[in-house]
């Protein structure tokens, strides 16, 4: 099983780039931001409790995103090669719950890709998916929040794998098509081994 994780900052091009690597490599693409969307659609209690941190740019506590993952994972169908998690480990909390689950699977995460670019693009990207999007957390306020927090949170789940062995950067300026060349070099050399 090839279970990878996309990681990179707010605007980084994950999502982007997990569509790709999963219609190649057929694997699940585990999106929590797009699980917690579904639950603000489908006004849930959840999703009224997710509407209160993303319209912040906070994240969610663990322990909640966590139970909602690991449902996932319990009734995912299993046709496929592996899977990519878009959004998810934010914390090193989250990652070591992740080696968890995983491990409860028999499983485990095979490699970290991380997608940098650099802050003025980011910005320009987000801004940009807000007025196409309407993605109410895509506005400057929240983007500045949502980029503190990457900083302080999240940044350090990058030791934490690297710690692992499993870490690999990827530039992620240019196009769409570039950066996946980048990424799909990295995961055939993974997969030949
Ligand atoms: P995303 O679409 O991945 O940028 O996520 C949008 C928002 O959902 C984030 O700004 C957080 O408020 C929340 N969120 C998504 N994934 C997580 C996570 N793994 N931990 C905590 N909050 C999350």
Redesign the pocket.
């Known amino acids: 099983m090839l279970n990878i994780i996309i990681f990179g900052a707010?605007g980084s091009g994950k999502g982007t780039q997990s569509e790709r690597i999963t219609s190649k490599y057929k694997l699940l693409h585990v999106?929590?931001?797009?699980m917690?969307r579904a639950e603000i659609a489908a006004k849930t209690t959840l999703g009224e409790l997710?509407q209160s941190?993303?319209s912040k740019?906070?994240?969610?506590p663990d322990e909640v995103?966590i139970d909602m993952l690991a449902e996932k994972l319990k009734h995912s169908k299993k046709n496929h090669n592996g899977i990519i998690f878009?959004?998810?480990?934010?914390?090193v909390a989250?990652a070591q719950a992740l080696d968890k689950m995983l491990q409860e699977h028999n499983q485990h995460v095979s490699l970290m890709l991380e997608l940098e670019v650099e802050k003025d693009e980011l910005i320009k990207r987000l801004v940009k998916r807000g007025e196409q999007s309407g993605r109410d957390?895509d506005n400057l306020e929240v983007i500045q929040n949502?980029l503190q927090v990457y900083h302080h949170q999240t940044e350090p789940v990058m030791d934490f794998y690297k710690n692992a062995g499993k870490y690999n950067h990827i530039q992620g300026n240019g196009t769409v098509e570039e950066i996946f060349e980048l990424i799909a070099n990295v995961l055939d050399k993974h997969t030949d081994k």
């Open positions: 707010p999106s929590t931001g797009d917690l997710a941190y993303i740019g906070h994240l969610l995103i878009d959004g998810f480990p934010r914390t989250q957390d949502r």
